[in-house]
């Protein structure tokens, strides 16, 4: 996905009561990702290079 993307796919999770475990961040290996679990308590996570 795009950097933009992630975070609209972290509104649109949130919107939806998802938990998320870590908002958008710019990580220091050059993504952009948000961290969520899902409702068997696993934890996703969607990135972008930036």
């Known amino acids: ?11 649109r999770l949130a919107e939806r009561g998802v938990e998320i475990l870590e908002p958008p961040t710019d990580q220091a290996r050059g ?3 948000v961290y969520f679990s899902d409702p068997e308590g696993n ?5 972008a290079e930036i």
């Open 1 to 11: 996905v795009l950097p933009d993307e992630v975070d609209v796919c972290h509104q």
């Open 31 to 33: 993504h952009r990702t």
């Open 43 to 47: 934890i996703l996570e969607v990135y």
